[in-house]
């Protein structure tokens, strides 16, 4: 059982918003940042958010992500086909002294 | 062009080593921090190491604590993983990448993943 907790799967029909969220403790989403990796099928994963909030260049503005207290979420508008992929949270955790993912989400549109 | 390319993947025995590589280029790979996570078939993400930009500080899972070694070589623009006493549940694609370049680990994220290198333990 993964120390970051998502939601296994979320669905929505095309241009819809989807939110996924992410829900750690004080040792980790609590006191650090959290990034966000896409990861399509068959392909590695790429970084979709980082600190929190931040979009690398290429990745559109209808994709945000957001942090309070000890949980995180993204949210994806205007749902597209192309957006169905796996989604991960991580961050570090201080007492573990190692980088946490979440379980990983599934994202359909239906 | 940033390019991470991982290899030395293959079938080993349980209790078996393998040592994999990444070649990195396109960017000063001195200056970065470097990681390895792995994704077991059908699997989300699992972090496995890191390594600073000195290899002064090197950080590892408790899944492969004492049983895996990180090392880079900047003159080489390479990173590696020496794995021991490997077993089935090591049984993963390992990918190479780019952590933070002077940002703290506990900051950084993860940007380029290299392909990755499936690694099978099976007798």
């Known amino acids: 059982q993964s120390v970051l907790t998502q939601p296994p799967s979320a669905s929505g029909t095309p241009g819809q918003r989807v939110t996924i969220s992410c829900s750690g403790s004080?040792?980790?989403?609590?006191?650090?940042?959290v990034n966000w990796y896409q990861q399509l099928p068959g392909t590695a994963p790429k970084v979709l958010i980082y600190?929190?909030?931040q979009r690398p260049s290429g990745v559109p503005d209808r994709i945000s992500g957001s942090k309070s207290g000890t949980s995180a979420s993204l949210a994806i508008s205007g749902l597209q086909p192309a957006d169905e992929a796996d989604y991960y949270c991580?961050?570090?955790?201080?007492?573990?002294?190692?980088?946490?993912f979440g379980g990983g989400t599934k994202v359909i549109v239906l | 062009e940033v390019q991470l390319v991982e290899s030395g993947g293959g079938l080993v025995k349980p209790g078996g080593s393998l040592r994999l590589s990444c070649a990195a280029s396109?960017?000063?790979?001195?200056?970065?921090?470097m990681n390895w996570v792995r994704q077991a078939p059908g699997k989300g993400l699992e972090w496995v190491s890191c390594?600073?930009?000195?290899?002064?500080?090197?950080y590892y899972a408790d899944s492969v604590k004492g049983r895996f070694t990180i090392s880079r070589d900047n003159a080489e623009n390479s990173l590696y993983l020496q794995m021991n006493s490997l077993r089935a549940e090591d049984t993963s694609v390992y990918y190479c990448?780019?952590?933070?370049?002077?940002?703290?680990?506990?900051?950084?994220?993860?940007?380029?993943w290299g392909q990755g290198t499936l690694v099978t333990v099976s007798s």
């Open positions: 390594i600073s930009t000195n290899s002064r500080y090197i």
């Open positions: 004080s040792s980790n989403i609590g006191t650090n940042t």
């Open positions: 600190s929190n909030n």
């Open positions: 990448v780019r952590g933070g370049n002077g940002i703290p680990i506990r900051s950084s994220w993860f940007d380029p």
């Open positions: 991580a961050a570090w955790d201080d007492s573990l002294n190692e980088l946490m």
């Open positions: 396109g960017f000063p790979f001195s200056t970065y921090d």
